[in-house]
Nanobody
Framework: QVKLVESGGGLVQTGGSLRLFCAAS????????MGWFRQAPGKEREFVAV????????LYADSVKGRFTVSRGNAKNTVNLQMNNLKPEDTGVYYC??????????????WGQGTTVTVSA
């Protein structure tokens, strides 16, 4: 049984930064592509970024490219999402997910519970 737990969300002003964390148990990260998705109130879940299981490749949504960085964490089986120059439209619940190297939410089979990010204007 794979378990994903996100943390690091919070309230930040426009232009600020946050780092999200995703910790996985039950499966080694070395065989697991890790994606980040977000869902704003009243909107569908959307792709943010994905990191390949080897850590060498990453894919970003156009809306976050140049501002967000996904990387392996220092702790074993963790993945980080560094978010800089945050905008109000970045507000939402952020989820980490495990599965294929994809930008499509239905492709992922393991999901965390989410962590809330709120960016004030």
């Amino acid at each position: 049984q794979v378990k994903l737990v996100e943390s690091g969300g919070g309230l930040v002003q426009t232009g600020g930064s946050l780092r999200l964390f995703c910790a996985a148990s039950g499966r080694p990260f070395s065989t697991y592509n890790m994606g980040w998705f977000r869902q704003a109130p009243g909107k569908e879940r959307e792709f943010v970024a994905v990191l390949s299981y080897g850590g060498q490749n990453a894919l970003y949504a156009d809306s976050v490219k140049g501002r967000f960085t996904v990387s392996r964490g220092n702790a074993k089986n963790t993945v980080n999402l560094q978010m800089n120059n945050l905008k109000p439209e970045d507000t939402g619940v952020y989820y980490c997910a495990g599965g294929p190297y994809s930008d499509t939410a239905p492709a992922y089979h393991d999901w965390g519970q989410g962590t809330t990010v709120t960016v004030s204007a």
